[in-house]
């Protein structure tokens, strides 16, 4: 199994540039995540997702849209790249909630987003 | 929302030295996950803790929830050089929903030969 994969793992963007970030994950995991890590700092939720079709809302999704048209698939895409959106992505997934606790969250390798 | 806070945020020790992070919650939680991230790599699961008092071991590494399931620490005996990278906490959602965990900001620790 690959595990989680993200592409791409580096990209320089325009101020006002669109852009459509990739995760998938061969695990068959119902919930996928989206986290941005600015330098030094904590993982915040942007979007999730509990199965295909089903996305919601998380911490930060001002700036940023999301899909889950498959179980496999979790694009997030920036239509208006903004400097304050430079940082890591995060793309993530796990089973669903089991005896009303979360399972381990896989994480893909992060997306190194730079906007000037 | 819930809020999750970790300190130390930075901790500097000699090889050898032991390290300690800790955990803090605003609310109750149902359970409480620890990663590990290197330095310019992605978080790993770690570990898993669940019940109230709970203490598991990991080698040299010593988990602990608290009795009011609000708190949780990560001790490490006698660092290693490939101990160095950032331990995040992260809370369990106990009114449910599946918006996942929420994550501390992490404490990373540098290790000096």
């Known amino acids: 199994n690959a595990g989680v994969t993200q592409t791409p793992k580096f990209r320089i963007l325009k101020i006002g540039q669109s852009m459509t970030l990739q995760c998938a994950q061969d695990?068959?995991?119902?919930?996928m995540y989206w986290y941005r890590q600015d330098p030094g700092m904590g993982l915040k939720l942007i979007y999730y997702s509990v199965g295909a079709g089903i996305t919601d809302k998380g911490e930060v999704p001002n700036g940023y849209n999301v899909s889950r048209s498959t179980t496999e698939d979790f694009p997030l895409r920036l239509e208006l790249a903004a400097p304050s959106q430079t940082s890591v992505y995060f793309c993530?997934?796990?089973?669903?909630?089991?005896?009303?606790?979360?399972?381990?969250?896989?994480f893909g390798p992060g997306t190194r987003l730079t906007v000037l | 929302g819930q809020q999750v806070m970790q300190i130390p945020q930075y901790q500097h020790v000699q090889e050898g030295e032991d390290f300690t992070t800790y955990c803090n919650s605003s609310?109750?939680?149902?359970?409480i996950q620890w990663y590990k991230q290197r330095p310019g790599g992605h978080p790993v699961f770690l570990i898993q803790?669940?019940?109230?008092?709970e203490v598991k071991k990991q080698k040299r590494l010593t988990f602990q929830f608290g009795e009011a399931k609000k708190n949780s620490s990560l001790h490490i005996t006698a660092t290693q050089t490939t101990d160095v990278g950032t331990y995040f906490c992260?809370?369990?959602?106990?009114?449910?929903?599946?918006?996942?965990?929420?994550f501390g900001k992490g404490t990373h620790l540098i290790i000096q030969p």
């Open positions: 695990m068959n995991h119902n919930y």
């Open positions: 993530a997934s796990s089973y669903p909630r089991a005896g009303g606790l979360e399972n381990e969250q896989f």
């Open positions: 803790l669940v019940k109230s008092g």
């Open positions: 992260a809370g369990g959602n106990s009114g449910g929903g599946a918006d996942g965990l929420t």
């Open positions: 609310t109750t939680l149902s359970n």
